[in-house]
């Protein structure tokens, strides 16, 4: 299998010092460069608000400043890769604070979209709409509630509430075609991981739940190797389907052949492409493909280090 160069690694190292912002430099240096999960919490609370949810562009299509539930997902996915387990933690504690108060919390649903995104500069999918329950299914939903039910106590509000979506949204994955797109996918596997690494073994069948996330999985990726190029769609990466991974038998051919994928299209610059676009706002999306950049370095050199191609 081909393996990143040392002159190709050295070229994105210093695309990132150059060009990331603090936290993914931080992120950075903890996944290549033994830095610490504590330089990367620091950096991580300054998106956080007084409320406990996080906004400021820490979704870098979104530049709104206050607390919205997609920013707070990214946060837990964050924490998620730093193997935070700690429930006393001021980030975790916060952010169970701010999902408590009910904000952006509608029908069983926490907003993908919000209204006060239309306030600020934005990728066009994150402008607030009446459809936007039906438009994102339970993306972010149910991810937060696999964290609710990993940190938060079992007495509280908070964790009876999570129970009562769980119970609704499994029922619809497991029984219905209603969850289709990626990131709901990415969610509910999410979900998964959060309740079994919990212990929280009473809300589905875990063969069947599995069963389901690898049928969803294999659908999903797409097929099309040479629409991967420059078309917005889903490859094994988006799931992180490596030899560690429980998908990864069923998706071998397609995932050993994204590393030679991601070798090959690595830029002279020492970055990958980003394969979507907003409409508006040019000068801030100028900035945010930037961080768009190096989020996909992570990603992909963390795909790249699960199969020792690094």
């Known amino acids: 299998m081909d393996k990143l160069s040392k002159e190709q690694f050295v070229q994105i190292r210093n695309w990132i010092y150059r060009n990331a912002?603090?936290?993914?430099?931080?992120?950075w240096r903890y996944h290549f460069e033994k830095g610490t999960k504590e330089e990367v919490l620091a950096a991580l609370v300054a998106y956080q608000n007084s409320d406990g949810g996080f906004g400021h562009a820490l979704e870098a299509d979104s530049w709104n400043i206050n607390s919205t539930p997609i920013q707070t997902w990214c946060a837990t996915e964050i924490l998620y890769e730093l193997e935070v387990t700690d429930k006393n933690n001021k980030i975790v504690k916060g952010i169970l604070k701010y999902l408590d108060s009910k904000q952006d919390f509608k029908k069983g649903y926490w907003l993908a979209a919000t209204p006060s995104n239309n306030d600020y500069p934005h990728a066009p999918w994150w402008t607030y709409g009446e459809n936007v329950i039906e438009n994102w299914g339970y993306n972010p939903t149910i991810a937060l509630v696999g964290f609710i039910l990993y940190f938060e106590d079992k007495e509280t509000k908070l964790y009876k509430l999570a129970l009562e979506?769980?119970?609704?949204?499994?029922?619809?994955?497991?029984?219905?075609?209603?969850?289709?797109?990626?990131?709901?996918?990415?969610?509910?596997?999410?979900?998964?991981?959060?309740?079994?690494k919990a212990g929280v073994t009473e809300l589905f069948n875990t063969d069947m739940m599995l069963d389901r996330l690898k049928q969803k999985v294999k659908v999903t990726i797409g097929q099309d190797k040479e629409a991967w190029k420059d078309t917005y769609l889903c490859k094994p990466s988006q799931f992180m389907v490596t030899p560690k991974s429980v998908f990864y038998m069923d998706n071998k051919e397609l995932s050993d052949y994204e590393v030679s994928f991601i070798i090959d299209t690595l830029s002279s610059e020492g970055t990958w492409s980003i394969t979507w676009d907003w409409a508006d706002y040019p000068e801030q999306w100028a900035i945010s493909k930037n961080w768009w950049k190096a989020n996909v370095i992570l990603k992909n050199l963390m795909y790249l280090k699960d199969f020792n191609c690094l």
């Open 21 to 27: 912002r603090p936290l993914d430099l931080a992120r």
């Open 165 to 196: 979506i769980a119970e609704k949204a499994v029922d619809l994955f497991l029984n219905t075609d209603n969850v289709e797109s990626m990131h709901q996918i990415a969610c509910f596997i999410r979900f998964y991981e959060y309740c079994r």
